[in-house]
């Protein structure tokens, strides 16, 4: 749908005509994939494979995890919230492809009275190894000291918005480097909930600015009193999960979209506040970052969009999303282009039931699985971790070298879109304008190819102006020329000297 | 000698009736009552400014800047391209031709036909310098190119406009309803052939049915 959309508003242009539908067979041909400029399915050669897939017995442990839903990585530590037997797992990560298990924490000390947890759904560890664990059915989050000892907690805000009667049922969590929390609830849909380090409620962050729209106004006006209770209200976002960067910049996801606000681009389903919680992540790339861009399609097998489970950003400033309706991974850079995607449901390995969680370890991707019970680990292939390096020589300056990277990538994937581009970006810090201009024409990026042809252009000008003002000399003072020649001729035939 | 006599003032009575396509363009009330009832234009100067336009449509895909105009060329038919263009303006010349006659409309088919092709005589005129300018501009000047864009479109509108006021002898509202009405009319044509062909099809599709039972059962 939305790629029609976009054909048409390109060929409008043209009013050029659209022959045939535009239909693309979405059965699954290959695991990862990516989106060219029009949208069209590219499938690609893998980024990630499975390292493995742990579950209970592969971590040491006796019985089987029930229902986990929260994964914290901090260091070679892994945290697992298993929500269903009411404990968090402590374990270790001691080679690429072995866990070993080094508490399960299921009680604390300290003078309070609940000293166990209920439905614990997500955990976050400080840098000096507190813990913040989201006690849902208790209705708290817990701040404990590495030993487990109680320091506070952390209730219900006191708002005016909320009723205090309502359950606080805190589902996930993140902490800045001040100890600040931010924590999206459940049933609370004013944003993510923010707490001072002492505890103190002050306030909520990115909450949506609710639109007015003047079609729903009129729609509103000749509704009847039943039709415009069924008509969806203005309900701002519930955020389903969020992740703190290491630069403090929370990136958050929702799964409370509708399909006509994903097609017409006004959803936005991943967003990435800063401290006044105002949405900041760049949409640079030819589509937003929604997860799939087909949907409902007779072959891609699945109803509705992608929706969003979980979150994290990588170092090198790409993040990750987790869609839990097709267990798909989706990839993108800090401009917003797709990166990868990768995943679907299934038993076999890399594929999902119900992932709920996702974090990362270096480049490596972990992704809990709440069904299945185990945690998956990809780690980079050849190809997903020269695309890393291309990126990240890029953003530390080695343009030439990303350039060069980006050249080992498209040998091993020719249909990769961002390689063309990073080659061209290299190209334009290069100053070599006139070859960047050809790579970003191949990949439609005409933002860049604008930056590289303005440049381009200049030195055109510059290297040419001798001519440019002679032709202008020409222009200006023939007719001129021509007009005086005229003129003399005329007197000439007219005089009657003859 | 008489011959190429007659054919060098065939050509330049061609050559004066298209460049008279720039006085029209400039001077429409005026031009284009001369255009008919003076026998300043001609139909191959007509049919000529169609071509240019045309081109001018065709070329557009290839040559204008990948900035402006994103060609999907998998999608793009030339055959279907160019019909775009002279579909309808067939149904135009008789749409409008079928109707003016019914209500005081002085302008015959022939005469239809030319003045609505003068009147596309701005497309080609600004779209042709428009694709050599779209590949020395950024998208930072996007805006240039796509005013221009819209002024070649709505003058040539305006033209055909006006070119309808002349030829039919009308009043500006009338011209305005029939031009609407016009619309409408072309709706009812293309339901028309639409179901025309849906029905053959049907038919063709019940004999050839027909045959292969009978091919099954022998």
Redesign the interface.
Known sequence: MKKIMK?IS??L????????S?TVAYAEKGYTYNYD??EDVQYSPDLYEVTGVFTATDMGLEDKLSGPQGLYVCGSMIYICDTGNNRIIELERTKKDSFECRRIIDSFKGDVEITTFSSPTDIAVSEDGCFYIADMNNQRILKLDKDLNYLMQFDQPVDSTIDPASRFLPNKISIDTAGRVYCAATNINQGLIKYEPDGAFSGFVGATEVTYDWTDYIWKRLATKEQRAKLASFVPTEYSNLYMDAEGFIYACTSNVTEDDLADDSAKPIRKLNLMGTDILIRNGPFAPIGDLWWNGENSGYDGPSLFSDITALENDIYVALDKVRGRLFGYNDQGDMVFTFGGAGNMDGYFRQPSALDHMGHDLLVLDSVDCSVTVFSTTEFGGLVYEAIEAFQNGKYYESGEIWKEVLKLNGNYDLAYIGIGRSLLRQEKYHEAMEYF?LK?D??N???A??QY?KEWVEEHIVLIVLALFLVLCLPLAVGRVRKIKHEIDTADIF | MIAFLNKKEVFTHYLATLKYALYVITHPFDGFWDLTHEKRGSLAAANTILFLTLLA?VM??QF?S???????WE???IF??I??VLFPLALWCVGNWGLTTLFDGKGTLRQIYMATCYGLTPYPLIQFPLIAFSN?V???EAEFYGVL?VISLLWAALLILAAMIQIHEYTVKKTLLFTVATGFSMLVMIFILLLFFSMISQGIAYFISVGRELLFRM
Not at chain 1, 13 to 20: D, H, N, S, T, Y
Not at chain 2, 66 to 72: A, D, P, Q, R, T
């Open positions: 054909r390109a060929l242009l043209g009013a050029a005509v659209l022959a045939g535009s400029w029009w024409e439609w005409d933002e190819y604008s930056k042809f303005k252009r | 449509r557009k895909l204008t990948f900035v402006f105009l994103k060609v999907y999608g793009i038919n279907l391209y019909a775009s020395v950024t998208i930072d864009s």
